[in-house]
């Protein structure tokens, strides 16, 4: 199999001021091509770093990605180093020129030499065009041998690894291996007591199947990949995995594909079946509204919400009992009912949902530790309450809440009978 290695530039990826995302998702991309991804390295804005550790790359892999330096600024020298490495000028791209030109006429802004020299690229370079940003891509073919430069804004690098590099890829490694990868979302299930559940993957792997678990705050996702000459013969690999994945998991796999979300897949199934949906939200802040609102289309099922942050509001706008605030507390079994049921009849929905908990880090106590938090349904009069004991993160539990809210909604619509977690419902 082919190499391939990466190479993120930048002082601000090795002290954490920003988080380098754009390796994890070159890495994934290149295994999808038929690579194998030998070496992931991060170094600093450095001339004499980065020079040798190109040339070194260079000469140990089929494909180097390097991203990164290629800004306007003092501190951006990728160009540079790369036009010494092999001995080469920087010239001026005219049609670049021309685009930068034209997006700070657009925008109002006054155009720069330090943006003009953006339009500088080595002149054994093939430029690839940038139409989502004024830092152009370079491909180099030295000997067979491919070195991509992008630029380090992760926009900007996907669409030219997408649209420019991938292409290029293709024509000139016709003979690399088909891989073929599925990604399976599930929720509400740990990643140990989903593995007891599908059991004993060995004939796959042994028969030259990759198959690992995926755990995340939102759920765990199973991903099973495949080699072979062609796309065909890799995917036929795959088929067997994933019926039997289904047959083994299918009431807690809510889909396919690597980025889909839960709020995606329940937004449908409402949109589906005609069902609407209003949210009461106290330790989650609002963040429930904005996960289904992050879906295009949502204004077909999302009547609206209300963040109940206070127990006057929660009173107020909600109908909550004062008594049962009083006696049962904010976070109980009462006031979570309440809070779905009212936010139902306020809005007009279909279903309404709740949620109030103690978020943490403190406002624990013995008998309601961090983490615990009530969640309320409404759902076409089928009035339940779940209640959960999370842990002491924050953000966590705020997510993991969202999710089995959306969870439970995509359950209980689709008429499967079990719960995220095999939490047992309580009914008023």
């Known amino acids: 199999m082919r190499k391939a290695h990466i190479i993120s530039i930048g002082n601000e990826l090795l002290i954490g001021d920003t988080v380098n995302t754009n390796a994890s998702w070159l890495g994934g991309l290149l295994t999808e091509q038929g690579f194998e991804v030998e070496l992931i390295s991060t170094i600093p804005d450095d001339y004499q770093i980065i020079y040798e550790k190109v040339k070194a790359s260079l000469s140990g892999a089929s494909v180097t990605i390097v991203t990164g330096g290629l800004g306007p600024t003092h501190d951006d020298i990728t160009k540079k180093v790369i036009a010494d490495l092999f001995d080469v000028d920087l010239i001026e791209n005219s049609e670049v020129l021309d685009y930068i030109k034209s997006i700070f006429q657009r925008r109002g802004f006054q155009f720069s030499p330090s943006n003009a020299a953006q339009a500088q690229v080595p002149s054994n370079c093939d430029v690839l065009f940038n139409n989502k940003g004024t830092a152009p891509g370079m491909w180099f073919n030295e000997g067979g041998r491919v070195l991509i430069v992008l630029p380090g804004v992760p926009a900007e690098m996907k669409f030219l690894m997408e649209q420019r590099a991938i292409p290029k890829i293709h024509r000139q490694f016709p003979d690399r291996e088909v891989w073929a990868t599925r990604y399976f979302k599930t929720a509400g299930v740990p990643e140990s007591t989903l593995s007891e559940q599908i059991g004993d993957l060995d004939e796959f792997v042994n028969n030259g199947v990759g198959i690992a678990y995926l755990p995340n705050v939102g759920g765990v996702t199973i991903r099973i990949s495949s080699n072979g000459v062609t796309s065909k013969e890799a995917e036929a690999k795959l088929l067997k995995v994933k019926n039997y994945l289904y047959e083994k998991a299918g009431d807690v796999i809510f889909g396919e594909g690597k980025y ?56 107020e706008e909600l109908g909550v ?26 809005m007009g929905a279909d279903i309404g949902v709740s949620a109030t908990g103690i978020a943490g880090p403190d406002g624990g106590t013995p008998e309601k530790p961090v983490g615990t938090v009530w969640l309320g349904f409404w759902i076409e009069g089928d009035h339940f309450a779940l209640k959960a004991v999370l842990s002491n993160d924050r953000m966590q539990n705020k997510e993991r809440t969202v999710m089995i809210i959306l969870e439970t909604v995509r359950r209980r619509l689709l008429g499967l009978n079990d719960y995220p977690y095999h939490l047992k419902p309580h009914r008023s």
Not at 278 to 289: D, F, I, R
Not at 305 to 314: D, F, L, Q, T
Not at 324 to 343: F, N
């Open 321 to 346: 009992s004062e008594a049962d605030l009083a006696e049962h507390g904010a976070v109980s079994e009462p006031v979570a009912l309440q809070m779905a049921k009212g936010v139902a009849e306020k």
């Open 260 to 315: 889909l979300s839960i709020e995606e897949v329940t937004g449908t199934i409402l949109k589906e079946n005609g069902k609407t949906i209003a949210t009461a939200e106290s330790c989650t802040g609002g963040l429930l509204s904005s996960r289904i609102t992050d879906i295009p289309g949502s204004s077909n099922y999302m009547i609206g919400g209300v963040v109940s942050y206070s127990n006057r509001i929660k009173v």
